[in-house]
């Protein structure tokens, strides 16, 4: 164990690389890992724990709360955020609201707590996503809507956690990204995956392809190109759907690939949240040698207007998200 970095100490080490940094910054990173911690712990319970998976609002015999997953994830990390202090809000995908934290903090969060939540009842993978902003609006007042409808491009950092066969956090502060996994036995992620990158070129796609009928025509056409053989490998390329977004685009990092989910006519800017699902996962993309795209442009540039704001969403390999956007741009 001599020889290993934990995420700790690669938090301490990169704080050096800001200057005149308080540590501020890191303490929202120490919040997320131990929150991240929590939750993991309680999803490789789930299968034991009734009332873990029961309904939300409802009591258990001893006259307890009964919290989804979902609900109890979003708890753990608003508590750990809010308990640092340096959190003016948080932006969640389990709240129609901001929520206002520490008038003095100058960052916000965005994340969505438990992301493709549906598949913990059956086993499969699920993750956090979360996006940090330092805020618009003076530090000592009330955080605003406008300190969360900010350009992706103006991240400081951005991350997720996946909870897989292993847990694993995953984050850029804008100079590339780092994997940790997360050893049970003492209780630290450890470096593990060191200055990711995903290839330019990948044999993956990941789309529902039970939306094929309610998408558009030229993504009908790369459905059907993805499925034609390629004289070059003499194969089409292989279709993965997990339907969990942090474990296909985990997935499709490493292994280089391409995750769409575009607009349909049912969700005419598609399903995915672009404060925090698109941003975060795009910016770790790019950061990773990959794209991120609307079809129309790159997500990271579009201007925020509503905290929920969905938008279509190409991400993975760089050559493989040129390729699907050319079929959809001029439509
Ligand atoms: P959620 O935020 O309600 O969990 O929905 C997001 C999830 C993603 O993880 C996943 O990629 C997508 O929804 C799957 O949607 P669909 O079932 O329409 O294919
Ligand atoms: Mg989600």
Do not use: W
Not at 6 to 13: A, D
Not at 111 to 125: E, F, Q, R
Not at 161 to 170: E, K, N, Q, W
Not at 175 to 192: E, R
Request: aromatic residues 10%; charged residues 20%; contains cysteine.
């Amino acid at each position: 164990m001599e020889n290993v970095t934990t995420l700790g100490e690669f938090i301490i080490e990169k704080q050096q690389d800001f200057p005149g940094s308080s540590g501020e910054f890191s303490r929202i990173l120490s919040g997320i890992r131990l929150a991240s911690k929590v939750v993991s712990q309680q999803i490789n319970k789930a299968g034991l724990l009734t009332d873990i998976l029961g309904t939300a609002g409802s009591e258990n015999i001893q006259g307890e709360q009964q919290q989804k997953l979902d609900v109890y994830a979003n708890e753990q990390f608003i508590k750990a955020l809010k308990y640092r202090e340096v959190v003016c809000g948080i932006a969640s995908e389990e709240n129609d609201e901001f929520i206002v934290l520490n008038d003095n903090g100058k960052y916000v969060v965005a994340m969505d707590p438990l992301d493709g939540s549906s598949n913990i009842d059956v086993n499969v993978s699920v993750g956090t996503i979360f996006s940090i902003y330092r805020r618009l609006s003076p530090v000592g007042t009330p955080v605003t809507k406008a300190d969360f409808l900010q350009k992706g491009t103006e991240q400081l950092a951005a991350g997720y956690v996946i909870y897989g066969s292993s847990t694993m956090l995953v984050y850029t502060t804008g100079s590339g990204v780092n994997g940790f996994t997360y050893d049970p036995g003492i209780g630290v992620f450890v470096l593990s995956h060191p200055n990711m990158k995903t290839t330019e070129d990948g044999k993956i796609y990941s789309l529902n392809e039970g939306n094929f009928y309610k998408s558009s025509k030229g993504i009908q056409e790369y459905v059907k190109y993805a499925q034609t053989i390629d004289p070059k490998t003499n194969r089409p390329l292989t279709g993965r759907y997990i339907g969990s977004l942090v474990a296909d685009f985990h997935r499709n990092l490493i292994k280089g690939g391409i995750y769409i989910y575009p607009a349909t006519s049912s969700s005419p800017n598609g399903k995915l949240r672009l404060l925090y699902e698109c941003n975060p996962m795009g910016f770790i993309a790019e950061q990773a040698g990959g794209l991120a795209s609307t079809g129309k442009q790159r997500v990271l540039e579009v201007i925020p207007t509503e905290l929920h704001q969905r938008v279509p969403f190409f991400v993975g390999s760089k050559n493989m998200v040129e390729k699907a956007i050319s079929f959809v741009k001029d439509e």
